[in-house]
């Protein structure tokens, strides 16, 4: 989805806080902010979702911003079995348009 | 949470030769389902969405007449590329929405890698 940008990588250092931006400033007030990581050869797994309000679950947080045009994935320890993909998607009726995707490398 | 495989994982055909990909919800009954394309260092694309009993509905630019969706049952959706070409290798994943889960919440297949020669 072209409108749906993302940094194309990011590095962390294991145990470390890391926060994975997304732009999405043409998104509708109804669009779910949903977030997939996909591991080499895998399909995308999921990570965490949300509309307005920022979103915690046992793998990460979501923030969004007021104006809703851009939203923040954190995960608060990074740790080797976090290396993938990370997808920020804008979910339209029941349809699912995928950003360009932050491939995050995790530093022992 | 909820599992959805894919058959067969990865395929070799010759060009001109036409390919099924399965799509199956193992643990619960998926009235919609969708297919993506996945080139390789690129995002996933939708292709289309299956809707069990009716028509899928393509994405601009995707040909239906070349990617034939079938949606027989609720947990089974077929993707067949017809008449594949070189330029038809992808890796190709289907989802499968679960009317239980939250909020348009799509459980992903593993994928299938084709290789049309």
């Known amino acids: 989805d072209a409108k749906t940008t993302q940094p194309n990588s990011m590095e962390s250092n294991e145990e470390e806080p890391v926060h994975l931006p997304c732009n999405h400033s043409t998104i509708s007030g109804t669009d779910y902010i949903h977030w997939y990581r996909q591991l080499p050869s895998q399909g995308p797994e999921y990570v965490i979702h949300?509309?307005?309000s920022n979103v915690n679950n046992r793998m990460a947080s979501l923030a969004i911003a007021e104006d809703r045009k851009s939203s923040t994935l954190i995960l608060h320890r990074a740790t080797l079995r976090d290396a993938a993909v990370y997808y920020c998607?804008?979910?339209?009726?029941?349809?699912?348009?995928f950003g360009t995707g932050t491939s995050l490398t995790v530093i022992p | 949470g909820a599992v959805v495989s894919q058959h067969p994982s990865w395929v070799i055909c010759k060009s001109g030769t036409s390919v099924k990909i399965e799509c199956r919800s193992l643990?619960?009954?998926?009235?919609?389902m969708f297919w993506y394309r996945q080139f390789p260092k690129q995002s996933l694309m939708l292709m289309a969405t299956s809707n069990e009993g009716s028509k899928a509905t393509y994405e601009q630019g995707v040909e239906k007449d070349k990617f034939l969706i079938n949606h027989a049952s609720l947990t089974l959706s077929t993707l067949t590329v017809t008449s594949a070409h070189p330029e038809d290798s992808s890796f190709y994943i289907c989802?499968?929405?679960?009317?239980?889960?939250?909020?348009?919440?799509?459980?992903f297949g593993p994928g299938t890698r084709l290789l049309v020669l």
């Open positions: 949300g509309l307005t």
């Open positions: 989802s499968a929405r679960d009317p239980s889960a939250p909020q348009e919440t799509q459980y």
């Open positions: 643990d619960f009954q998926a009235t919609t």
């Open positions: 998607i804008r979910n339209t009726g029941n349809q699912f348009y």
